[in-house]
């Protein structure tokens, strides 16, 4: 059973940043993207910025500028730089791999204070 775990997350003011890196228990045969999700209360799960094998990204229009993210494929670790945040950020946010299945974090709080 393979199992991700975020972390990172936390209470931060606006305009400052925050680091989430999400770890893989094991190594994933088969891993084709890696992804960060959120969901804030009372909305749908949104994409925030995926990468792929090929190393390339995609962002959510509203991240863009703002958030970076990376991934470290030796360590089975994508990290999620987010800079400049909004209050409108907060949310929870999940990671994904995805391979022959989709594997999900647990999640981690991100709250921005005005």
Known sequence: QVQLVE?????VQAGGSLRLSCVASRSIFGIHA?????????KE???VARITGAAGTTYADSVKGRFTISR???????????DSLKPEDTAVYYCKF?????????????TVSS
């Open 7 to 11: 972390s990172g997350g936390g209470l």
């Open 34 to 42: 890696m992804g960060w999700y959120r969901q804030a209360p009372g």
């Open 45 to 47: 799960r949104e994409l």
């Open 72 to 82: 470290d494929s030796a360590k089975n670790t994508v990290y999620l730089q987010m």
């Open 98 to 110: 995805t391979g022959d299945q989709h594997y999900w974090g647990q999640g981690t709080q991100v």
